[in-house]
């Protein structure tokens, strides 16, 4: 029996759930680094095969630091009723965004610790990793939720999205400081994409139109690739407008960097770019038509690219901005919407970082294993933006890591051995205790 891509190397789950305590340190944690690092990732029950790398439940691992020391390490499943009941999404009275496997990032906003996917409701979870239940923000979401919400640094607002199925396709939300929603509005787009992530500016919102499209009668999977669809990036207002949209060439982004408006009001946005037939070609490694991934980084090669959009002339470049294949892009939150001068990537083994400013080499570090996605955590009183450091989960064979960078130079401060392998996955946060 072939077992396939999504459950084999460092995609295959764990089987339980677990914790140990008073975890070995190797270097010294920096002290002021009191708080808790949790990472979610799709992570199915033994015997299941959920299809796709991305439809497994999800699993978040989370380890406590305090005074120096890593206190614990845990991982629980989260229990949506995907995972309790095996809740149908598809229903007769319409979707359940509850029956949902929660598997692909987890946040913090107004005191909520939500676990995201971006099909239907967040689960919001305990320090301790515990399952509350769905969260609905009383009742006033009634689409999905993106993985990929915006923490506004000035005024503590959380921008989001959602996709459908059937329309609205696109719809804009907005949550206050305190965690109430307080704006939904529908953004006109002609079909329902896979769109995974989006940018944020000072003063608009970027959206990503690309031809991954839905089709209910694709068997597995519905997403797929699709040349008919088009390719286009849109520019909404922040305080309502009409978008106005950009065509670029055919691609995917699963995952942006920061964007911010440059000083002739051009839109500059970052973000890991698929061509055609790469993000093809990850997608069916992924699906497990093929050999083994051993990364979300190598399933598909891609590359970090820029689009400069002028919403006065309407015209866009395109660049590349470096020939190596790296995902998940990360950078000081602080600079959120602004013009930022870092920008952190992994590639298989390896953390990157980028200066956006100066345009010259960037600093590469290896890590000797899968590298997970480097969360950026600035230092107490930073006076530099790069002040701070990386946390990312390192895995070689059937150990792993929490590595902790130094993020102005990536050299190794600390790394907290941890008691079991943890899988790849997709994203985290770190959860500062005040």
């Given at each position: 029996m072939t077992i396939p891509a999504y459950l084999s190397g460092n995609l295959?789950?764990?089987?339980?759930?677990?914790?140990?305590?008073?975890?070995?340190?190797?270097?010294?944690?920096?002290?002021?680094?009191?708080?808790?690092?949790?990472?979610?990732?799709?992570?199915?029950?033994?015997?299941?095969?959920?299809?796709?790398?991305?439809?497994?439940?999800?699993?978040?691992?989370?380890?406590?630091?305090?005074?120096?020391?890593?206190?614990?390490?845990?991982?629980?499943?989260?229990?949506?009723?995907?995972?309790?009941?095996?809740?149908?999404?598809?229903?007769?009275?319409?979707?359940?965004?509850?029956?949902?496997?929660?598997?692909?990032?987890?946040?913090?906003?107004?005191?909520?610790?939500?676990?995201?996917?971006?099909?239907?409701?967040?689960?919001?979870?305990?320090?301790?990793?515990?399952?509350?239940?769905?969260?609905?923000?009383?009742?006033?979401?009634?689409?999905?939720?993106?993985?990929?919400?915006?923490?506004?640094?000035?005024?503590?607002?959380?921008?989001?999205?959602?996709?459908?199925?059937?329309?609205?396709?696109?719809?804009?939300?907005?949550?206050?400081?305190?965690?109430?929603?307080?704006?939904?509005?529908?953004?006109?787009?002609?079909?329902s994409t896979m769109m995974h992530d989006f940018a944020v500016t000072e003063n608009h919102l970027i959206w990503l139109d690309l031809p991954v499209t839905f089709d209910p009668d694709r068997a597995g999977m519905p997403y797929a690739w699709d040349d008919a669809y088009g390719a286009r990036l849109g520019v909404t207002p922040r305080g309502g407008g009409v978008t106005r949209w950009f065509d670029v060439d055919p691609c995917y982004v699963f995952h942006v960097g920061n964007a911010w408006e440059d000083q002739e009001g051009r839109i500059v946005l970052n973000g890991a770019r698929y061509a055609p037939g790469s993000f093809v070609a990850g997608w069916k490694r992924i699906g497990g038509s093929t050999d083994p991934a051993r990364h979300a980084a190598a399933t598909g090669a891609a590359r970090l690219h820029r689009w400069i959009l002028d919403p006065a002339s309407g015209a866009v470049k395109e660049e590349a901005l470096d020939d190596r294949a790296v995902e998940f892009p990360t950078f000081n939150d602080d600079r959120l919407g602004r013009a930022s001068r870092y920008l952190y990537a992994v590639g298989d083994d390896a953390v990157v970082k980028y200066d956006q400013r100066t345009g010259g080499g960037a600093v590469v570090r290896q890590t000797g294993g899968d590298t997970g996605e480097a969360v950026f955590v600035a230092a107490e009183g930073a006076t530099a933006e790069d002040d701070g450091w990386l946390l990312s989960v390192v895995t070689s064979g059937e150990s792993s890591e929490l590595l902790v960078l130094d993020a102005s130079d990536l050299s190794s401060v600390a790394s907290v051995r941890l008691p079991r392998r943890v899988p790849a996955g997709f994203h985290g946060s770190w959860l500062e205790e005040s």
């Open positions: 295959a789950p764990v089987p339980d759930e677990t914790e140990a305590y008073d975890l070995p340190v190797t270097g010294a944690l920096p002290p002021e680094l009191t708080g808790r690092y949790f990472r979610n990732g799709p992570n199915p029950r033994p015997g299941e095969d959920p299809g796709h790398w991305f439809a497994g439940h999800g699993m978040i691992h989370g380890v406590r630091l305090k005074d120096g020391r890593a206190e614990w390490y845990r991982n629980r499943w989260v229990r949506t009723r995907k995972f309790t009941d095996d809740a149908p999404f598809f229903t007769d009275e319409g979707l359940d965004r509850t029956a949902v496997r929660a598997n692909t990032h987890v946040i913090r906003h107004s005191d909520r610790i939500l676990a995201l996917a971006e099909n239907g409701l967040p689960y919001e979870m305990t320090p301790e990793l515990a399952t509350v239940g769905p969260c609905d923000f009383g009742g006033r979401l009634t689409t999905a939720m993106t993985a990929h919400p915006k923490q506004d640094p000035l005024t503590g607002e959380l921008h989001f999205f959602g996709y459908g199925y059937a329309p609205p396709f696109l719809t804009y939300h907005r949550l206050s400081r305190e965690g109430e929603l307080v704006e939904s509005r529908e953004i006109e787009v002609p079909g």
